[in-house]
Every structure is written in structure tokens, then in C-alpha cells.
């Protein structure tokens, strides 16, 4: 189906994704027990939110990794500079202004009365996982697969044990500690493979490029504001669900997403395999073919998911979980295949990087952003959580169209494409 090169990074990637996916599979009744249906429900709402701020937070920087790694226009040693001095100028940029407009952000976000304190959890762990993307973009750029493997075991394995102590042990504030708990096991994991894998040689920017800064700001700004418009695409749902409905009705909604993730990590598995193909291909075309294969075996993955997940959840009602998570089950199939035309999207999505074009999906997200918030505050009023399914599922499946259309029209009409088809 690939080369042979992509396929076994995968097929290497990808084991120790499942590995880690069947442990986090295994504690999630544990978590459902530990954590009342409330609880469970503010707790996934604050941890998505957390990750669609990283995007925010990491400007974009990442992209230029992924654009220039493979380029010798600049040196590996420039490139690491430049990404240090750009995320340390934004991360304190955004951190003052959570700071700043603190009452402001809590009352846009939340509806719910919640703690300052969860309320710096997620700003701590959207700067934290900013850093963890960047890392983590490097040691797929550089293929170092091992590097990889051992940096996402250690992740959850840290996360898993700190944050399973933790609320064993203590009684209150369970969303508060989750989060902390998965910020502490990023932090500890983040700065052991920064100084040994990035290794950055000088912190003084000797070899700091301000025309390769630039250039990352060129792509990355768009990137990050295109960023605040996927909080509420993939929060849209969420977000309406906490505003209109309640912390209970949030919960349940709440499990399908994490069961849902579950594909998330593989797509990232594949990605991590699949990107520096990509970059390193010259026959765009030949990507293209390559993406509609990828197409077919992610329908596959997740026809075979949700088959072997949907009598999971009657299992974790035999062990004492809460049973109104039963109806998760009347709507899991829509989101399936919302994330399946999630991850198709991201897919034809890689190409605006290759043509420096992120604007365009910019464009496209603010429309569907704004579309989806107001598609799930109608259909949620009328059908409740399957309305907010089926509003997920028509914006997952208007991205994807829209995307595919203008990726190829810069593949059909862009000098790049051109020259790419001529050496055919």
C-alpha cells in the first residue's frame, strides 16, 4: 500500500501506540469510577480546550520544522534557534495575557462555577503540550523512531501514575488533578528530551535567522489563528453542551469523544511516519494517490473500531460504572464517522504546508468555526446530545469537502504541481 520505509515506520509506530491505547483503554472504567459523571465531563471539556490552546500558543512554530528540517537552505542548529526564540516570545506573550483577562476568559469558556485553580491547569497545560508539539515534530522530522516510541511511553506512564494516585488518594478537586497530573508527567518527559534529543547548543542565538523567523511567522500566524476557529470546531459540541445543557449531559457526551481519541492517536502515529514522506516527496501527485490509500484504510480502522468498541461500553456498566453512559451508544456511530472525515481533512490539509498556503485553510475554518457553533446550538435545543453529534458530523464532512476541492486546485493549477507532474 506505501513504500516500504513508511509502512514500517508505522507498523513500528503503531505498536507502541496500541500498546499505550490498550493501557488507557483498561484505566478509563477506573477513571469512570473515580470520577462522577460531572466530573468527567468538565475534565474532558478543560483537557480539549488545553490542546486546541497549545495550537494557539505554539504560533505555528512547529511548521518550520516541518518545512525547512529537510531543507538545506538553513543549518539544524539554526533552525532549533530560531523555534527557541520564537516559542519563548509567544509562550510569555500568552501567558500574560491569560493572566490579564482572566474573569474574561473564564466567563466566554465555562458556564459551570469552576475553580481558579482548574483554570490555570489549562493554561499551564496548553503552554506545556505547545512545547510537547514542537519536540515532538523534531523527533518525527528527524525519524528518530526509538526516540519517539520511549518519549510517548513515558508521557503516559507518568500521566497514568500521577494522576491515578492522585485521585485514589484525595477526595476533592478531581478535574483540578487530572490536569496537573498530565501537565507534571508532560513537564518531567518534555525537559529530559529537550536537553538530550533537541540538543540546543547555545541559548544566546548565535545563529538565529530572522529571515527564517519570518518566514515562520508567515505561516505559523495564520496557523494560530486558524487554531482559535478549530477550538470551536472541535469544541463546538462541547461548548454548547456546557453552555446550554449541564455537566451530567456533558459527561456522558464526553466518553464518546475519548473513545474517539482513540483514533486521533492513530492517525498521530501515522502522521509522524507520514510527514517527512511527504516533505521529501517530489512527485506530489504520487502524495495525493498516496492520501486517497489512506483514505480506505482509515474507513477501515474505523468500521473495525467501533465494532469492537460498542459492547465495551455495556462492559463498563458490569463494573459498577455509571449505566447512563449506556447512552453514548445512541449516537457513537455519528461521531466515528465525524473523526474519520476529521482525519481525512488533516490529510489533504498537510499540502497548504508544502505550498506555504496555510491561509486558505484559515479561511475555511473561520466559516465552518462560526457554522458549527451555530448548527449545534439550534440542533442541540431540538435533539439534545444526538443533535450535537449530527452537527459535528455535517462540519466534519463540509471541512473535508471544502479542503479537498482547494488542495486540488493548488495541485491542478500551482507552478509546483506542474513541475512535480513533469518529472513523471
Known amino acids: 500500500m506505501f513504500k516500504s520505509d513508511l509502512a514500517k515506520r508505522f507498523v513500528s509506530l503503531l505498536s507502541i501506540d496500541i500498546f499505550l491505547k490498550i493501557v488507557g483503554f483498561l484505566l478509563l472504567p477506573v477513571y469512570l469510577k473515580l470520577m462522577s459523571t460531572e466530573e468527567f465531563?468538565?475534565?474532558?471539556?478543560?483537557?480539549?480546550?488545553?490542546?486546541?490552546?497549545?495550537?494557539?500558543?505554539?504560533?505555528?512554530q512547529h511548521i518550520i520544522v516541518s518545512r525547512f528540517y529537510h531543507n538545506d537552505e538553513f543549518s539544524n542548529q539554526t533552525i532549533k534557534e530560531t523555534i527557541l526564540f520564537g516559542v519563548l516570545c509567544f509562550i510569555s506573550l500568552y501567558a500574560f495575557l491569560g493572566f490579564y483577562f482572566e474573569d474574561y476568559f473564564i466567563s466566554l469558556l465555562f458556564k459551570s462555577d469552576i475553580t481558579r485553580v482548574l483554570y490555570y491547569g489549562v493554561i499551564y497545560l496548553a503552554l506545556v503540550q505547545a512545547l510537547n508539539q514542537i519536540?515532538?515534530?523534531?523527533?518525527?522530522?528527524?525519524?528518530?523512531?526509538?526516540?519517539?516510541?520511549?518519549?510517548?511511553?513515558?508521557?503516559?506512564?507518568?500521566?497514568?501514575?500521577?494522576?491515578?494516585?492522585?485521585?485514589?488518594?484525595?477526595?476533592?478537586?478531581?478535574?483540578e488533578i487530572r490536569i496537573y497530573a498530565i501537565s507534571l508527567g508532560f513537564t518531567l518527559s518534555i525537559t529530559y528530551f529537550f536537553f538530550r534529543k533537541f540538543k540546543v547548543k547555545s541559548f544566546f542565538f548565535k545563529t538565529f535567522s530572522s529571515s527564517l523567523f519570518k518566514r515562520g511567522l508567515k505561516n505559523g500566524i495564520p496557523v494560530a489563528i486558524g487554531s482559535v476557529s478549530n477550538i470551536f470546531i472541535n469544541l463546538g459540541d462541547r461548548y454548547n453542551i456546557e453552555k446550554l445543557l449541564d455537566n451530567h449531559q456533558l459527561g456522558i457526551y464526553s466518553l464518546g469523544i475519548a473513545l474517539c481519541n482513540v483514533l486521533f492517536v492513530l492517525f498521530n502515529s501515522f502522521q509522524g511516519a507520514w510527514w517527512p514522506v511527504v516533505?521529501?516527496?517530489q512527485n506530489l501527485m504520487r502524495s495525493l494517490s498516496r492520501i486517497h490509500k489512506a483514505y480506505l484504510f482509515f474507513f477501515a480502522v474505523g468500521v473495525l473500531f467501533y465494532i469492537g468498541v460498542h459492547p465495551s461500553i455495556h462492559i463498563f456498566t458490569k463494573f459498577g460504572v455509571n449505566a447512563d453512559y449506556l447512552k453514548t451508544l445512541n449516537f457513537l456511530w455519528v461521531l466515528v464517522l465525524s473523526t474519520f472525515f476529521q482525519i481525512c481533512s488533516m490529510l489533504i490539509?498537510?499540502?497548504?504546508?508544502?505550498?506555504e498556503k496555510t491561509y486558505l485553510s484559515v479561511i475555511i475554518n473561520i466559516i465552518f468555526s462560526i457554522t458549527n457553533?451555530?448548527?449545534?446550538?439550534?440542533?442541540?435545543?431540538?435533539?439534545?446530545?444526538?443533535?450535537?453529534?449530527?452537527?459535528?458530523?455535517?462540519?466534519?464532512?463540509?471541512l473535508l469537502f471544502f479542503n479537498y476541492i482547494v488542495a486540488r486546485y493548488l495541485l491542478k493549477f500551482s507552478k509546483a504541481a506542474s513541475f512535480y507532474k513533469s518529472q513523471e
Open 41 to 60: 465531563g468538565i475534565f474532558n471539556y478543560a483537557f480539549s480546550l488545553a490542546m486546541g490552546l497549545s495550537f494557539v500558543m505554539g504560533t505555528g
Open 135 to 175: 519536540l515532538m515534530t523534531y523527533l518525527y522530522q528527524s525519524e528518530n523512531i526509538k526516540a519517539v516510541k520511549v518519549k510517548s511511553a513515558s508521557d503516559i506512564i507518568i500521566s497514568h501514575g500521577t494522576a491515578l494516585s492522585l485521585l485514589y488518594f484525595l477526595a476533592e478537586m478531581k478535574s
Open 373 to 398: 457553533i451555530i448548527l449545534n446550538a439550534y440542533l442541540i435545543n431540538i435533539y439534545g446530545l444526538n443533535g450535537a453529534a449530527y452537527a459535528t458530523l455535517i462540519v466534519s464532512a463540509g
Open 279 to 281: 516533505f521529501k516527496e
Open 349 to 355: 490539509g498537510s499540502l497548504y504546508e508544502i505550498f
